[in-house]
């Protein structure tokens, strides 16, 4: 158990929708990565939050927001879903700003229909 | 050329082999490099973290790095049935740089 926390393990819904991925970091950790994983484009580096703040944009559709909160939990919106966003989105974190270290939850399977 | 190339395998060996993974990449900016260890629909598991060149060891794994050749490999001795993973490289460059991975190889080891 890394101690990053994913919540909801699994989601399925419609193109069109809107969902919210949501994730707890290990507990000290600063730094919050999100990953979408496909089995065509393996683990693709979307965003990081330090603090409250982005730190580094990396392959994050438009479609796709995020946000760092007070209390270092962080929420991934996915908007206007299409069929190509089902994959498995991960959370990870780690302690400082630089990347090096970082520890990821379980997941969260979306399935978009 | 994408920055990191991984054999995705799948890669079967018998229990107690050597195993050795390799990733070559094409950023001669990267200085840190990893091993992700990953089961099937769990999360990506830090095995081994290195900067710059050189070896590292843990029980019964080593991280190698040669910058000059732009290869990294991980050996992994006496492999178990609980080893059969699919195993991530990833490496980045200096701080504020993102963390870029390998697909990933797939290994399976047999009892």
């Known amino acids: 158990d890394s101690g990053v926390t994913q919540t909801p393990k699994h989601l399925i819904t419609a193109t069109g929708q809107r969902v919210t991925l949501r994730c707890s970091p290990r507990?000290?950790?600063?730094?919050v990565y999100w990953y979408q994983q496909s089995l065509d484009q393996g683990l693709q580096f979307l965003i990081q939050?330090?603090?409250?703040?982005?730190?580094a944009k990396g392959n994050i559709l438009e479609r796709f927001s995020a946000q760092q909160f007070p209390d270092l939990h962080s929420e991934l919106n996915l908007s206007s879903l299409e069929l190509g966003d089902s994959a498995l989105y991960f959370c990870?974190?780690?302690?400082?700003?630089?990347?090096?270290?970082?520890?990821f939850g379980p997941g969260t399977r979306l399935l978009v229909l | 050329q994408k920055e990191v190339e991984q054999d995705p395998g799948p890669l079967s060996v018998p229990e107690g082999a050597i195993v050795s993974l390799n990733c070559t990449y094409s950023?001669?900016?990267?200085?840190?490099f990893m091993w992700y260890r990953q089961y099937s629909r769990k999360g990506p598991e830090l095995l081994m973290y290195?900067?710059?060149?050189g070896n590292k060891e843990d029980g019964r794994f080593t991280a190698q790095v040669d910058k000059s050749s732009k290869y990294i490999s991980l050996f992994i001795r006496d492999s178990q049935p609980s080893d059969s993973a699919t195993y991530l490289c990833?490496?980045?460059?200096?701080?504020?740089?993102?963390?870029?991975f390998g697909k990933g190889t797939t290994l399976s080891v047999s009892s």
């Open positions: 990870a974190s780690s302690v400082g700003v630089s990347q090096e270290t970082q520890y």
């Open positions: 507990s000290g950790d600063l730094s």
């Open positions: 939050y330090y603090n409250g703040e982005e730190r």
């Open positions: 950023n001669s900016a990267f200085q840190y």
């Open positions: 290195t900067y710059s060149s």
């Open positions: 990833a490496m980045k460059g200096q701080a504020g740089t993102a963390l870029i």
